[in-house]
């Protein structure tokens, strides 16, 4: 009962709107979409005008040729950056061919683009997320730290490549083989970090309701904690079954 109450708080935070001053974070993932939108646009006339964090949008062809065949991890950020054009440029793509199809654009963007522009901008946060993470990584002057971490960036960017890999294989920038090679390289990471989890955990000083877990406690009572929640906490404990139970028990075969 209590993995379903997790489960079941873990759908609501991924899926719930979480609203800012900004807007809802649906509306944020579609004026981002706007904007690569237009990034895409200004490529090909003046490439100078892009903002350096968004530079990948200079190097579009050098991007849409690019192959993975043998995946290592020093591929990792170029296939991102491959996900994240490819993606906007096949989104861009669809909205030209539903305005020439007669829709006004206004119309296409409404009715006919919502989940190519989500995964577009979804696409880009994450890969946005993994290049701050490596640039982060740069300014630590601990050796051994910035293994461990590098180890981390990576099990981080395998795993973005792995839970959306249909663009890439649209596109044929990886085979199947490749995804093997990424799914092998997902668990080794995971024996190489396991020595450094508990301490990698720590280190982001979460809050214990945010593990989302009854074992991961900072006060150091981890079952303390699981047979409290499971006593009191579940709903099903406080149920009275004894009524139950005796009309069972004095159940007799009719035979």
Not at 189 to 195: A, M, N, Y
Not at 196 to 218: M, N, Q
Request: proline share 3%; glycine share 4%; charged share 20%.
């Amino acid at each position: 009962m209590v993995q379903i109450i997790l489960w079941r708080t873990c759908i609501y935070q991924e899926h719930s709107p979480n609203v800012t001053l900004e807007g809802e974070n649906q509306i944020m993932f579609l004026q981002l979409a706007r904007f690569l939108l237009k990034l895409l646009q200004t490529s090909q006339k003046h490439p100078e005008k892009i903002p350096e964090q968004f530079s990948l949008f200079k190097r579009i062809n050098e991007i849409l040729s690019f192959k993975c065949d043998q995946f290592q991890t020093s591929n990792i950020l170029s296939l991102l950056e491959s996900s994240v054009i490819h993606l906007i440029t096949q989104t861009g793509m669809k909205m030209m061919q539903e305005i020439q199809g007669g829709l006004n654009p206004k119309a296409v963007w409404d009715y006919k683009l919502g989940t190519s522009l989500w995964e577009s901008a979804n696409q880009f946060i994450e890969y946005y997320k993994f290049v701050c993470f490596q640039n982060t990584i740069l300014q630590v002057t601990h050796k051994q730290t910035q293994v461990v971490l590098t180890n981390l960036l990576n099990l981080f960017g395998v795993t973005i490549l792995l839970q959306n890999p249909i663009a890439l294989l649209e596109n044929e920038v990886v085979t199947q083989q490749t995804i093997k090679q990424m799914r092998d390289e997902y668990e080794n990471l995971l024996t190489v970090i396991k020595p450094e989890a508990l301490s990698l955990v720590e280190s982001f000083c979460l809050a214990d309701g945010g593990l989302r877990t009854t074992i991961g406690r900072a006060d150091g009572k981890p079952y303390d904690y699981t047979y409290d929640w499971a006593l009191n906490e579940n709903s099903i404990n406080k149920i009275d079954f004894s009524k139950a139970v005796n009309q069972l028990k004095n159940c007799r075969p009719k035979l």
